[in-house]
């Protein structure tokens, strides 16, 4: 099993980014995903949620309006495309599944919005 980011970069205030998952070595369609961010000196918080077909979308309060989760089940990929990028998005951003009581996390990757 492995969750594998890309996308990650340095982007002034008010730009924008998209972010990939690859996903392998699970049935990927079958899985609902989510994406997490951690702040230096800040606790993982939740980003955004999506079911395993693609149907239903969480966000949080920060990111609602900007930010848009989505996937290619074909592709066996999930995204997020960010919009409006404020400096308070500057994070590590994971995506992450649950394998029953088992978490899997993907490696990270760094999101630095300058203002």
């Known amino acids: 099993v492995q969750l594998v980011e890309s996308g990650g970069g340095l982007v002034q205030a008010g730009g924008s980014l998209r972010l990939s998952c690859a996903a392998s070595?699970?049935?990927?369609?079958?899985?609902?995903m989510d994406w997490y961010r951690q702040a230096p000196g800040k606790q993982r918080e939740l980003v955004a949620t999506?079911?395993?077909?693609?149907?239903?979308?969480n966000y949080d309060d920060s990111v609602k309006g900007r930010f848009t989760i989505s996937r290619d089940n074909a592709k066996n990929t999930m995204y997020l495309q960010m919009n409006s990028l404020k400096p308070e998005d500057t994070a590590v951003y994971y995506c992450?599944?649950?394998?029953?009581?088992?978490?899997?996390w993907g490696q990270g990757t760094q999101v630095t919005v300058s203002s």
């Open positions: 999506i079911t395993s077909g693609g149907g239903t979308t």
């Open positions: 070595g699970f049935t990927f369609s079958l899985r609902d």
């Open positions: 992450h599944t649950w394998f029953g009581v088992l978490e899997t």
